[in-house]
């Protein structure tokens, strides 16, 4: 044992040390009961004390409230079940935890990889998880929950620990959440919020920026970050977790050639699936399934459905995998299909209390403020510093990952820093898309292992009960601490490479302000 560890190096004894730190932590649900209480106590200090700040985005003050007071306890009365029904992530992870354990249960995936992906090389398969990761995020938070249990069941097909693929799909989701090669809802969410800053700053209507002014970066990026996810999976994180010995009470999918009935069934699968997709299309092109504007013309951005993916993709998995279930003779009546959502839902119980509890602490915080004075008082400070060139972006970019750690939603935390980020950067001679671009750069890396964000504690509930009971949340954060961090480091050298070949970021978009704007 000593003689193993004088064998590693400083950033592998770091990560023992994360580890073992993390994984003191109690589970999450009482974890999260623990930070409301804890914020709780700190509001109730900092509202007594009248701390507050001035919000850029509206020039009003927000103070810290206080939630041990009347008003506290009103809220919270009015609003306890609120916060556990309204928990975005509960609907969505049963939701999806049904679709897709219809096609776990049919036996669909296994067939499905074992005719088509089986052979897929060990070494390519982490970069193509974290490339479709990455892309997924055009689907929002649905990805962050549909691409780490498939990733896990490729990784046990290539002869992999299946948690290094749930940690590898869930950080291609996450850390590169900001990009893709097509415009997603995020583009169009934080230009509207920088267009609203440029009105206010400039005049109304005077300067806008287009939807697509980050996408060629972005598109550039896209690469980049599969390249450095898949690239630190295999160099690291595959290492730290060795090889995977299931447990005995662990069904593990064994991957062989499939029979000619499997093939059958998977070709009536296949049907029904590409049927699924033609109505869905003609839903779009000529159904209401797309954003009409003005002009007449259809758009995929804000459209029914993008916005209704869910419930699409819940079809889309549920569909082929009855299919198959009943075309294979696995699924004979339609109880054979309730007891495979019964099967696949027994193991949310713990899911579901984490829910209640994280969806208090997420109502309390918000409701407190305190975020968002955190979140003014940090862009205010380095506002004041008073330093310019590459260094004051980096500085942006770590304080915007920081405030991340905090703040996840980044609609909600741009809106905070546009304020000030925006106007003080043009005055500097910098495009607002070019600022919004290094605000991006900052909001994604740290997402992979904030513990404020529901979806790792989701992805980690899923690996105890699929392939690790004993699995803690320190063993999975030393897995995605450094995905997170090499690739934001990897992100800042790129931006400077990007910025020294003067390419354009978006169509026409440049990081310098064109001449007469101010």
Same mark, same amino acid.
């Given at each position: 044992m000593s003689a193993q560890s004088k064998k590693k190096g400083w950033f592998d004894?770091?990560?023992?040390?994360?580890?073992?730190?993390?994984?003191?932590?109690?589970?999450?649900?009482?974890?999260?009961?623990?930070? !409301?209480?804890?914020? *709780?106590?700190?509001?109730?200090?900092?509202?007594?004390?009248?701390?507050?700040?001035?919000?850029?985005?509206? @020039?009003?003050?927000? *103070?810290?409230?206080?939630?041990?007071?009347?008003?506290?306890?009103?809220? !919270?009365?009015?609003?306890?079940?609120?916060?556990?029904?309204? !928990?975005?992530?509960?609907?969505?992870?049963?939701?999806?935890?049904?679709?897709?354990?219809?096609?776990?249960?049919?036996?669909?995936?296994?067939?499905?990889?074992?005719?088509?992906?089986? @052979?897929?090389?060990?070494?390519?398969?982490?970069?193509?998880? *974290?490339?479709?990761?990455?892309?997924?995020?055009?689907?929002?938070?649905?990805?962050?929950?549909?691409?780490?249990?498939?990733? *896990?069941?490729?990784?046990?097909?290539?002869?992999?620990?299946?948690?290094?693929?749930?940690?590898?799909?869930?950080?291609?989701?996450?850390?590169?959440?900001?990009? @893709?090669?097509?415009?997603?809802?995020?583009?169009?969410?934080?230009?509207?919020?920088?267009?609203?800053?440029?009105?206010?700053?400039?005049?109304?209507?005077?300067?806008?920026?287009?939807?697509?002014?980050?996408? !060629?970066?972005?598109?550039?990026?896209?690469?980049?970050?599969?390249?450095?996810?898949?690239?630190?999976? @295999?160099?690291?994180?595959?290492?730290?977790?060795?090889?995977?010995?299931?447990?005995?009470?662990?069904?593990?999918?064994?991957?062989e050639a499939v029979s000619p009935e499997e093939k059958k069934a998977l070709g009536a699968a296949g049907i029904a699936a590409l049927i699924y997709l033609v109505i869905v299309l003609i839903g779009y092109f000529v159904g209401p399934l797309a954003k009409i504007n003005e002009d007449g013309s259809r758009a995929f951005v804000g459209s029914p459905l993008l916005k209704g993916l869910i419930p699409i993709l819940f079809f889309f998995f549920s569909i082929p995998g009855i299919v198959y279930g009943f075309k294979l003779g696995k699924f004979k009546t339609s109880k054979d299909v309730n007891n495979a959502m019964v099967h696949q839902m027994k193991n949310m119980g713990s899911y579901v209390v984490f829910c209640f509890v994280c969806g208090q602490f997420n109502s309390l915080f918000n409701w407190t403020k305190l975020g968002t004075v955190i979140a003014i008082g940090g862009a205010d400070a380095l506002a004041a510093a008073g330093f310019t060139g590459f260094g004051m972006l980096v500085a942006i970019i770590i304080l915007t990952g920081f405030i991340n750690l905090l703040v996840p939603s980044g609609s909600a935390k741009w809106a905070i820093l546009a304020p000030v980020f925006v106007p003080m950067l043009m005055l500097l001679g910098y495009h607002p898309g070019f600022i919004q671009l290094i605000y991006r750069l900052g909001d994604s890396p740290t997402n992979a292992f904030t513990p404020l964000s529901p979806y790792i504690w989701v992805t980690l509930s899923v690996a105890q009960a699929k392939y690790d009971k004993n699995l803690e949340i320190g063993t999975f954060a030393a897995g995605l601490f450094p995905i997170g961090i090499i690739l934001q480091v990897a992100w800042i050298v790129f931006l400077g490479i990007y910025m020294l070949t003067g390419l354009p970021i978006g169509p026409g978009v440049t990081p310098a302000l064109p001449a007469g704007i101010l």
């Open positions: 004894i770091f990560l023992d040390g994360l580890e073992k730190a993390c994984n003191k932590l109690p589970v999450p649900a009482i974890m999260f009961f623990y930070l !409301f209480i804890i914020i *709780a106590i700190i509001s109730c200090i900092l509202a007594n004390m009248g701390i507050s700040a001035v919000n850029p985005a509206t @020039n009003e003050v927000v *103070a810290v409230q206080n939630p041990i007071s009347s008003d506290g306890l009103l809220w !919270f009365l009015d609003n306890m079940v609120k916060n556990f029904t309204g !928990f975005a992530p509960l609907g969505l992870v049963l939701t999806m935890t049904i679709a897709i354990g219809m096609c776990e249960e049919s036996g669909l995936i296994v067939a499905l990889l074992n005719d088509k992906l089986r @052979n897929i090389p060990p070494a390519i398969l982490p970069f193509v998880i *974290a490339f479709v990761g990455v892309c997924g995020n055009l689907a929002s938070d649905t990805a962050m929950v549909v691409i780490p249990p498939i990733a *896990a069941i490729l990784y046990i097909g290539a002869g992999k620990h299946p948690v290094v693929g749930m940690i590898n799909g869930y950080a291609g989701a996450q850390a590169g959440f900001s990009a @893709n090669l097509m415009i997603a809802g995020t583009d169009s969410l934080l230009q509207g919020i920088t267009n609203t800053v440029l009105d206010g700053f400039l005049g109304e209507g005077k300067y806008h920026v287009d939807v697509t002014c980050n996408w !060629f970066f972005m598109i550039a990026s896209t690469f980049l970050c599969a390249a450095v996810i898949g690239l630190v999976c @295999n160099l690291i994180v595959d290492k730290r977790f060795g090889e995977y010995v299931p447990g005995e009470d662990v069904e593990v999918p064994q991957l």
